[in-house]
T-cell receptor
Framework: GAGVSQSPRYKVAKRGQDVALRCDPISGHVSLFWYQQALGQGPEFLTYFQNEAQLDKSGLPSDRFFAERPEGSVSTLKIQRTQQEDSAVYLC????????????FGPGTRLTVL | SQKIEQNSEALNIQEGKTATLTCNYTNYSPAYLQWYRQDPGRGPVFLLLIRENEKEKRKERLKVTFDTTLKQSLFHITASQPADSATYLCAPLDSNDYKLSFGAGTTVTVRA
C-alpha cells in the first residue's frame, strides 16, 4: 500500500472488554512503533519492534497492554479489560530502519471506553 | 526529567505573514530534532529533520533553526497560507534514540 494503514479507525468498547487494534506498515519497513495520543497532547511512545522482535515496551502503561508483530510486518496492539483511562488515539508508525529516520504514521484508531 | 515545551498558546496569523513556533527542551542532548505536522483526525506527517551541527535548514517556505546552547529550535512558516493551518509537533532525539518524544504541539490557524 501507499502508506501505513490502521483498523478499525474508531472503536467503542465497554469497560472491561478486550480490544485489538491492527497496523499494516509500509512494506519493507523494519521498524514499527505504537504511540498513544491523548486529546491536546503529543503522541507518547508505547512500544517498538525491529522486524518481529519487540525491543522496547517501556511505554506500555500496564500489563493489560500487549503488542505483537509475529511475522515482522502486520502488528496488533491488544488491550485487555479496557478502562476509561485507555480512551485515546492509538497511532502506529513505521520507518525504514535508521534510528533518526523519519517515521511514517498511520491515521490512528480512536478508542473510546464507556 | 526530560521535558519538551512548545508555544503554550495557539497561533492565529494573517495569510502572508510569518509564523514562528518555539520548541524548548530540557535534559536532552539531541543529535537531531524532527518537526511534524498533524491535521485533525490524522497521524503526524514528517516535515524536516535538523542535525546538531546544522544551524538552519530550509524546505520551501519552511525554515528551522537549532540552537544547542539555548536548547531551542525555532520553526518558521513564511508567506503563510490557510492550508498551513495545523498542529506542529517537535521531537528532539538523542544520538541513539529510535522512539520519538513529542511536545504537546502548537496549533496554527492562518486567516485568509
Amino acid at each position: 500500500g501507499a502508506g501505513v494503514s490502521q483498523s478499525p479507525r474508531y472503536k467503542v468498547a465497554k469497560r472491561g472488554q478486550d480490544v485489538a487494534l491492527r497496523c499494516d506498515p509500509i512494506s519493507g519497513h523494519v521498524s514499527l512503533f505504537w504511540y498513544q495520543q491523548a486529546l491536546g497532547q503529543g503522541p507518547e511512545f508505547l512500544t517498538y519492534f525491529q522486524n518481529e522482535a519487540q525491543l522496547d515496551k517501556s511505554g506500555l502503561p500496564s500489563d493489560r497492554f500487549f503488542a505483537e508483530r509475529p511475522e515482522g510486518s502486520v502488528s496488533t496492539l491488544k488491550i485487555q479489560r479496557t478502562q476509561q483511562e485507555d480512551s485515546a488515539v492509538y497511532l502506529c508508525a513505521s520507518s525504514p530502519g535508521e534510528s533518526y529516520n523519519e517515521q511514517f504514521f498511520g491515521p490512528g484508531t480512536r478508542l473510546t471506553v464507556l | 526529567s526530560q521535558k519538551i515545551e512548545q508555544n503554550s498558546e495557539a497561533l492565529n496569523i494573517q495569510e502572508g505573514k510569518t509564523a514562528t513556533l518555539t520548541c524548548n527542551y530540557t535534559n536532552y542532548s539531541p543529535a537531531y530534532l524532527q518537526w511534524y505536522r498533524q491535521d485533525p483526525g490524522r497521524g503526524p506527517v514528517f516535515l524536516l529533520l535538523i542535525r546538531e551541527n546544522e544551524k538552519e535548514k530550509r524546505k520551501e517556505r519552511l525554515k528551522v533553526t537549532f540552537d544547542t546552547t539555548l536548547k531551542q529550535s525555532l520553526f518558521h512558516i513564511t508567506a503563510s497560507q490557510p492550508a498551513d493551518s495545523a498542529t506542529y509537533l517537535c521531537a528532539p532525539l538523542d544520538s541513539n534514540d529510535y522512539k520519538l518524544s513529542f511536545g504537546a504541539g502548537t496549533t496554527v490557524t492562518v486567516r485568509a
